[in-house]
C-alpha cells in the first residue's frame, strides 16, 4: 500500500470516527429532550402555544393601536364570511353564563376570568425567560422556588381582585339576616316563608284589616 492511499485511510477512519461521535452526541441529546417532554404535563404544549398566541395578539394589538388603527376591525378584514358566519353562530349558541354545574367547573371560569384580565409585558417576558433560560419552562424536576418574584404592582391586583369577589358574594348572597325586632307570627320556619309570601302579594290590601285587628277596633 502507497503512502498516498495510505493517508487516505486514515483520513476515512479519522472522518468515520468524527461522525460516530457526532451522532453519540446527538442521539444523547434527543434522549435528554424526549426525558424531559415526558416529565411536562400533559397540556403543557397547548398551554404554551396559547401564551405565545396571546403574545402575539397583544403585540398586533399594540401595533395597529400606534397606527391609530381598531384592531379589532383590521382583524375582521383577514376572516372569510364563511368563518364569520360560523363564528357567529357559535357565540349565539355558547351559554356566557352556564351556571353552577360543579366545583371544577366554576374553578376552571374562574381562572379563564382572570387568566382573560392579564395584560402581558412583553419586554419583561422576554428579559425573564433569557434570564431563566430552560427553567422558564418549569418541568416536574425544576425547582421553581426563588426563580420568580411578584411585583408590588401585581400583589395589589391580586388584593384588589380578592376584594372585588369578597364584595361580589356579599352583594349577590341569599343568606338572610335575622331581625329580633321583628313580629313574630309564626310556628316554624316553613310558617314564616309562607307568611312573607302573603304580606309580598296581599299585603297592600290587608294593611288596614290587619291594624284594626291589632287595635281591636275591627268590627
Known amino acids: 500500500m502507497s503512502n498516498l492511499a495510505m493517508i487516505e485511510r486514515i483520513q476515512q477512519l479519522r472522518d468515520l470516527h468524527r461522525k460516530r461521535n457526532e451522532a453519540r452526541q446527538l442521539n444523547h441529546q434527543e434522549v435528554v429532550e424526549e426525558d424531559r417532554r415526558k416529565k411536562l404535563p400533559s397540556n403543557f404544549e397547548?398551554?404554551?402555544?396559547?401564551?405565545?398566541?396571546?403574545?402575539?395578539e397583544e403585540e398586533k394589538r399594540k401595533q395597529a393601536t400606534e397606527r391609530g388603527e381598531d384592531y379589532d376591525r383590521v382583524k375582521l378584514?383577514?376572516?372569510?364570511?364563511?368563518?364569520?358566519?360560523?363564528?357567529?353562530?357559535?357565540?349565539?349558541?355558547k351559554n356566557p353564563d352556564p351556571g353552577f354545574s360543579d366545583y371544577t367547573q366554576a374553578t376552571v371560569?374562574?381562572?379563564?376570568?382572570?387568566t382573560k384580565q392579564i395584560k402581558p409585558d412583553m419586554e419583561a417576558y422576554e428579559r425573564?425567560?433569557?434570564?431563566?433560560?430552560?427553567?422558564?419552562?418549569?418541568?416536574?424536576?425544576?425547582?421553581?422556588?426563588?426563580?420568580?418574584?411578584?411585583?408590588?404592582?401585581?400583589?395589589?391586583?391580586m388584593v384588589q381582585d380578592l376584594e372585588k369577589q369578597v364584595e361580589k358574594r356579599?352583594?349577590?348572597?341569599?343568606?338572610?339576616?335575622?331581625?329580633?325586632?321583628?313580629?313574630i307570627d309564626y310556628i316554624n320556619e316553613r310558617n314564616a316563608r309562607f307568611n312573607k309570601k302573603l304580606e309580598r302579594f296581599y299585603g297592600n290590601y290587608t294593611k288596614e284589616i290587619k291594624q284594626n285587628l291589632e287595635r281591636g277596633t275591627a268590627i
Not at 397547548?46 to 402575539?56: N, S
Open 109 to 114: 371560569r374562574q381562572y379563564d376570568r382572570l
Open 170 to 183: 356579599e352583594k349577590f348572597s341569599r343568606r338572610r339576616k335575622y331581625d329580633e325586632d321583628a313580629d
Open 46 to 56: 397547548a398551554r404554551k402555544q396559547r401564551a405565545e398566541w396571546t403574545l402575539q
Open 77 to 93: 378584514l383577514d376572516i372569510g364570511a364563511d368563518e364569520a358566519e360560523k363564528l357567529e353562530r357559535k357565540k349565539k349558541k
Open 128 to 157: 425573564q425567560r433569557e434570564k431563566l433560560g430552560d427553567s422558564f419552562y418549569a418541568n416536574s424536576s425544576t425547582i421553581v422556588q426563588g426563580l420568580h418574584k411578584d411585583t408590588p404592582e401585581a400583589i395589589d391586583r
